[in-house]
């Protein structure tokens, strides 16, 4: 009897070990030897019953708002502060990045993906709903501020008091004019030793004729000045316009994928109210779905059992499937059909590259991951691609270089997925002569997303290039500098102003592939660190471009062929060979490394080939001994040469266009 009794006493010390154990390494914060009630409803909301009532909140108390800044202005230590004025995290501990989830931005310490959190606040007697939109601060993710400003009447506009107004800053001031919304500036980091306030007010004052009176000073870091934050929002933005007796409207803003309940929505209610239970249909698809659960981010999920006019929340109603989703979709009830919302423009993508599976055989498991990444990033265009070297795999768009290095690393670290990604590049616009040559490009003009298509130089009659319009803001003392780098890139200067005493904001339209890879990583160079750089599509431009290819032993590597401006097309040409070299291993016969342009060679290196000594038995003799064995081995270098395959490594085709 007594292994019985170790055995009962085992299984209760199991019981009553085990949640205690998981309870403390999970991150909700324990007070007074006790977990705090309202992280307990947040992690553990699922298992309770209970369900947070939002019916006794009326409209006129609901302040939809967003954060907008530049990179490092402070966005999400300002967020983390809000959360705690207002209840939603506790203060002790160390919070930090609270709304940035994805491993890849506590990685590198940036927003990439934009996050919702619903925040009730007291003032003067009344408690208020403000549902929180924090933003991505970089160009390469501009797409998810737009979207995020459509769910909301007003923004915070944060600017760092030390480093002033930046480039981003003023493309996400015009975003949200352009909106329509209210714009309360705040300056943050006040409380640096380098901070200057005043010159940063007179900067905002020149650029968005905003007064300085109405710029609030606060440091998120230190929690100074969160209240009065809070105080502007209730009074400044006004109530979402919407109404409760008219027909069920929600505008689809954002989703992602859980792998146990399919895809779920970002949800802003326009009209109407909807429950769990409830039939909604997608003007998008046509579908019909059944509500299964609705909540609101707090800032994890929590159930609520109705959503009401102008808030926010998300929605799950099994959908399974990620095309399903339709980023800008209205949602109302199946008996009830409205007039569906606007929408988004769909994004543009700036940047092309190829992406495949390591082996041919990971090709399922890798579409299914891009389907499913791609639904939390509407935003990458899908194209399916072949390659004779790589295989089946697909042809990308992304907003950027940073964006695109971003869903590489989500592949990895979500997906368990690894790719080979070739080099980015950009889309031209041909347009073809001959009227059988139209015929077979099925129109006169056509758009290249990968450089290997570009045809044939002599039924091309032009090529046009993407141009974009950058900003760019730093110290005049650098100004030589970077007006030397523009130009080098084939730049043209269009407007320059001085935005206070020392800064300056000038405005250059560059062809977009010359900027793609490493302009901004020389301008900070350029500028000691102070100089920022923002971008918008500006059309295209009729240039003199040519196609690259690369030779390996007379044989076409499709996968490396380039297009570039015939001014560069040489030097780039020379590079791409001295790449090539060091990249290939040696074989055992000779390896012809070429670049052409058309039929005319316009670069070379050579590989040696790995050679034996066959002279080494001789131990003299007549010279012709020596002559006969070296001429037997040259001939069969040359049978080798012709029947030998070379072998690229993968690695080379994602360094090989990197500029040097």
């Known amino acids: 009897m007594v292994w019985r009794e170790k055995l009962v006493k085992f299984l209760m010390f199991k019981l009553i070990a085990g949640p205690i154990a998981r309870l403390k390494s999970s991150n909700i914060p324990i007070l007074n030897g006790q977990h705090n009630h309202k992280h307990l409803l947040r992690s553990f909301h699922s298992s309770t019953k209970d369900k947070l009532d939002l019916s006794s909140i009326p409209q006129d108390k609901i302040r939809n708002f ?254 399974r499937s990620a095309t399903e989703i339709q980023i800008g979709d209205t949602l109302y009830h199946e008996k009830n059909p409205v007039k569906p919302l606007p929408g988004f423009k769909p994004a543009k993508p700036m940047v092309y590259a190829g992406v495949f599976p390591n082996d041919q055989s990971e090709y399922p498991a890798l579409k299914s991951a891009i389907e499913r990444l791609t639904l939390n990033d509407s935003s990458v265009s899908i194209h399916p691609d072949s390659s004779v070297a790589l295989g089946q795999g697909w042809r990308l768009g992304f907003l950027g270089l940073l964006h695109m290095d971003v869903f590489n690393q989500r592949l990895e670290q979500e997906h368990n997925t690894s790719v080979v990604m070739t080099a980015p590049n950009v889309p031209y616009k041909v347009k073809i002569i001959g009227t059988k040559n139209i015929k077979s490009y099925q129109g006169e003009e056509i758009t290249i997303l990968n450089p290997c298509q570009l045809p044939n130089a002599s039924i091309i009659a032009e090529i046009e290039e993407p141009l974009v319009l950058g900003t760019i803001i730093t110290p005049d003392e650098y100004l030589s500098r970077i007006i030397k780098l523009c130009l080098e890139r084939r730049g043209e200067q269009v407007d320059q102003s001085y935005i206070d005493d020392t800064r300056i904001m000038f405005k250059v339209i560059l062809p ?132 030998g395959k070379v072998e690229v490594p993968k690695d080379t085709f994602i360094n090989i266009l990197k500029r040097i």
């Open 512 to 643: 977009l592939n010359e900027i793609i890879v490493d302009f901004f990583d020389e301008l900070k160079s350029f500028t000691s660190g102070y100089g920022s750089f923002d971008y918008e599509e500006h059309g295209y431009r009729k240039s003199d471009l040519v196609k690259i290819n690369i030779l390996l032993n007379n044989k076409d590597v499709e996968e490396l062929t380039t297009i570039a401006h015939r001014s560069k097309a040489r030097k780039m040409a020379q590079s791409m060979c001295l790449k090539l070299k060091d990249s290939i291993p040696r074989q055992l016969f000779e390896i012809a490394v070429q670049a052409s342009v058309g039929n005319k060679i316009i670069a070379r290196e050579t590989i040696k080939p790995y050679r034996k000594d066959v002279t080494a038995k001789l131990y003299g003799g007549d010279v012709t001994r020596k002559t006969k064995l070296l001429k037997k081995q040259a001939e069969g270098k040359k049978k080798m040469r012709k029947i």
């Open 66 to 319: 967003s954060i907008i800044a530049h990179v490092d202005h402070g966005k999400s230590t300002l967020a983390d502060r809000l959360l705690e004025t207002t209840g939603v995290i506790s203060r002790e501990g160390k919070n930090e990045q609270v709304l940035d989830k994805l491993q890849v931005e506590r990685e590198r310490g940036i927003t990439v993906k934009a996050q919702t959190a619903s925040l009730f606040y007291d003032y003067s007697g009344a408690t208020y709903l403000l549902n929180l939109i924090d933003t991505p601060g970089h160009v390469d993710f501009h797409y998810e501020v737009s979207r995020s400003l459509a769910a909301c009447q007003g923004v915070i506009l944060l600017v760092d008091a030390n480093q002033g107004v930046q480039a981003q800053t003023v493309a996400n001031f015009f975003l949200a004019f352009e909106a329509d919304l209210t714009i309360i500036p705040v300056l943050n980091k006040i409380d640096l030793k380098l901070a200057r306030p005043d010159l940063v007010k007179k900067q905002i004052e020149n650029l968005f004729d905003i007064s300085s009176s109405d710029i609030l000073k606060i440091s998120a870091k230190n929690g100074i000045g969160i209240d009065d934050v809070l105080q502007s929002v209730i009074e400044k933005i006004a109530p979402p316009p919407g109404s409760m007796d008219k027909p069920l409207k929600m505008l689809l803003f954002d989703s992602w994928y859980d792998q146990h309940r399919g895809a779920i929505a970002n949800i802003l209610v326009k009209d109407g109210t909807v429950s769990k239970g409830d039939i909604v249909k997608s003007a998008h698809s046509g579908k019909s779905y059944q509500v299964q659960e609705l909540g609101i981010m707090h800032p994890d999920p929590v159930v609520v059992p109705q959503l009401y006019p102008g808030q926010v929340g998300y929605i799950i109603c099994n959908m």
